[in-house]
Nanobody, 124 residues
Framework: QVQLVESGGGLVQPGGSLRLSCTAS????????MHWYRQAPGKQRELVAG??????????DSVKGRFTISRDNTKNTKNTVYLQMNSLKPEDTAVYYC???????????????WGQGTQVTVSS
C-alpha cells in the first residue's frame, strides 16, 4: 500500500507563487518516479510536470518557465516531490494531483498511485 499526500494548495492572486509538496508513505521498496497532474473544472486531467526515466524534468508547454518540479533525495525525505509554481495565472486553477510509480517489496513494478489532490485557485 502506498499513500500519497499533497499539500500547499490555496488561493493566490495572479502573478503569485505557491509551492506544492507530495510525500509518499507506506509499504514499498522504492519510488521510481513521481509526477504532477492537474484537472480543471470541465477539463480533462493533464500532465503538468514529471521526470523521465533518466531523471530529467519534463513540463507541459503551458507551464514551462514558470513551474519547477524537484525531488528531495535526502535520506529522510527522498519520497517527497515538490512543484514550485511562479507567475500563476487564472488558467492554472485546478486540483493538482501527485502520482508515483513504485517498486513493491516483492519486486513488482506498479504504475500510477495517486494522491487525493490539492486545490489551487488563482484569482484576484
Amino acid at each position: 500500500q502506498v499513500q500519497l499526500v499533497e499539500s500547499g494548495g490555496g488561493l493566490v492572486q495572479p502573478g503569485g507563487s505557491l509551492r506544492l509538496s507530495c510525500t509518499a508513505s507506506g509499504s514499498f521498496s522504492s519510488i521510481n518516479t513521481m509526477h504532477w497532474y492537474r484537472q480543471a473544472p470541465g477539463k480533462q486531467r493533464e500532465l503538468v510536470a514529471g521526470f523521465t526515466r533518466d531523471g530529467s524534468p519534463v513540463y507541459a508547454d503551458s507551464v514551462k518557465g514558470r513551474f519547477t518540479i524537484s525531488r528531495d533525495n535526502t535520506k529522510n525525505t527522498k519520497n517527497t516531490v515538490y512543484l514550485q509554481m511562479n507567475s500563476l495565472k487564472p488558467e492554472d486553477t485546478a486540483v493538482y494531483y501527485c502520482t508515483a510509480d513504485i517498486f513493491t517489496t516483492t519486486g513488482a513494478y506498479e504504475y500510477d498511485h495517486w494522491g487525493q489532490g490539492t486545490q489551487v485557485t488563482v484569482s484576484s
